[in-house]
């Protein structure tokens, strides 16, 4: 979705860089149109409300609109990565958890044999004193 939104950024960019180009009222015509068209792809407000109801909304009012909406997608994106990251977190704790309880299993086993030997050891210190 990253890439996406950030071709659709580049595409604001590239029309509103049209807008030095050309007579003014043939440009602002076609501005209008591909900003529709762009509004229309991120879902974005085209009308603007006015007091007679709505209407079809000017260039300024298309700009800021697919700019609140490219700024909603990107937290969206955010928010999924953030929890994607958190899923990945929440397994690496699972089995970091995995590995301490095998760990402490390996610990209490080398205890036990660190016992074991000890107590060879006094048997065959104990044998040996007796001699």
């Known amino acids: 979705m990253t890439n996406q939104i950030q071709r659709w950024q580049e595409r604001l960019r590239e029309i509103l860089a049209k807008e030095k180009e050309g007579e003014p009222a043939d440009r602002r015509t076609a501005i209008h ?11 974005a407000w085209t009308r603007t409300v006015t007091p ?3 209407a079809v909304a000017g260039i300024e009012e298309l700009t800021r609109n697919i700019h609140q909406a490219l700024q909603t997608l990107s937290m969206i994106d955010a928010c999924k990565t953030a929890a994607d990251n958190a899923g990945l977190t929440k397994d690496a704790l699972q089995e970091t958890r995995k ?4 760990s402490r299993i390996i610990a209490i086993a080398a205890v036990v044999s660190s016992l074991a030997a000890i107590g060879s050891m ?3 210190w104990t044998a040996a004193m007796k001699t």
């Open 33 to 43: 149109g591909e900003l529709q068209k762009l509004a229309y792809e991120v879902g």
């Open 52 to 54: 007679a109801g709505t």
């Open 99 to 102: 590995a301490q309880r095998t």
């Open 122 to 124: 006094v048997t065959a």
